[in-house]
């Protein structure tokens, strides 16, 4: 119904609907499309007013959080491909790359979900914008550093040294904002120690 309101013109109509739906959601308990309505609210949003930006950005990152949070990745990916176009719309591809890249992940083409195939194709463009080429790699390169810089104190004062707790914690955050160390990086586990 909400898509239909906007289709006609009537974004607020649109908006009262999902934002129902959404306090629906809350009262019932019952939450298994709530990081959708997020999303399609988000839309919605940009539709309303396509010169303020934020609000959506904002609700496309709940819908993001919750469908993580609920192990839903098809509506992570439908969240992560829709921020990823607004942060490509607005001159952010560095931005665009982090949220799609590991919400792409592991997702092979299907044509029950075309989205597959769209994120791939904004990936693959986003992948050769001179800002993603030139961060992409100094990431990767920073990870490889800090994860033997891990190891190396891990060798000289052991793995269950503070120092090295926190040389492996500092890998951990990087890798969380970069694509995966290439294949030579050493994985660590949650204690601090190589695998």
Known sequence: MAEA?????NPEAAL???DEALATADRTGYRAFEAELHRARAEML???DPSNPVPAEEAFQTAMAIATQQSARSFGLRAALSLAKLYQS??????????LAPALEGFSPTPEMPEIVE????????????????VVPSRQR???LQTRYGQAVMWSKGFAADETRAAFARA??????????????????DNGSTA
């Open 90 to 99: 607005t001159g952010r591809p560095i931005e665009a790359y982090d949220v």
């Open 16 to 18: 009262a609907i999902l």
């Open 142 to 144: 920073r990870l490889k």
């Open 46 to 48: 940009l539709k309303r």
């Open 119 to 134: 994120a791939q194709a904004l990936l693959a463009e986003l992948d050769e914008t001179d800002e993603v080429k030139n």
């Open 172 to 189: 951990r955050e990087l890798a969380a904002g970069a694509e995966k160390a290439a294949s030579d990086s050493t994985p660590f586990t």
């Open 5 to 9: 309101d906007a289709q006609e013109g």
